[in-house]
């Protein structure tokens, strides 16, 4: 019984050890991520994950709940693996939503990538979008 209550304090403190550290490393949690053809009033217009060749721009919409503030994140557009644009945006309060935009010429079809990394360079969300 000893080595069993000894077995369980163990475990119990490898278990909130990891967590403290996790939460420490975690500075952002992206609760929402969408693709979109234009922002109004901060919220993504005409949100899908394919876009037309012809679109001309596409935004990524984030919400970002960030366990300190001030901090920021980084969108990082990438097209057929090769970084096409970085773009650092400020956060600013502990639920924040906050957007990017890349330019899209007709002839990059294909499938993109946006990563969403935070300040201490940990990615922390990644999606895909589509342009045909």
């Given amino acids: 019984m000893i080595r069993y209550k000894l077995l369980l ?6 278990i909130l050890t990891n967590f403290a550290f996790s939460q420490e490393d975690v500075l952002v949690e992206v609760v929402d991520m969408k693709f979109a053809e234009k922002i109004v009033n901060r919220q993504p217009v005409n949100v899908s994950n394919e876009f037309p060749s012809n679109i001309g721009k596409v935004y990524c919409w984030t919400k970002i709940r960030a366990f300190e503030v001030p ?9 057929k693996g090769k970084l096409m644009a970085s773009v650092k945006l400020d956060i600013r309060s502990p639920l924040f939503r906050t957007w990017s935009s890349k330019r899209i010429i007709p002839q990059w079809k294909g499938t993109w990538r946006v990563v969403v990394k935070d300040a201490n360079g940990s990615i922390v969300a990644s999606k895909e979008f589509l342009i045909k």
Wanted: without cysteine; neutral net charge.
């Fill in 9 to 14: 304090s163990v475990i119990f403190s490898i």
């Fill in 71 to 79: 901090t920021y994140i980084v969108h990082q557009w990438y097209y």
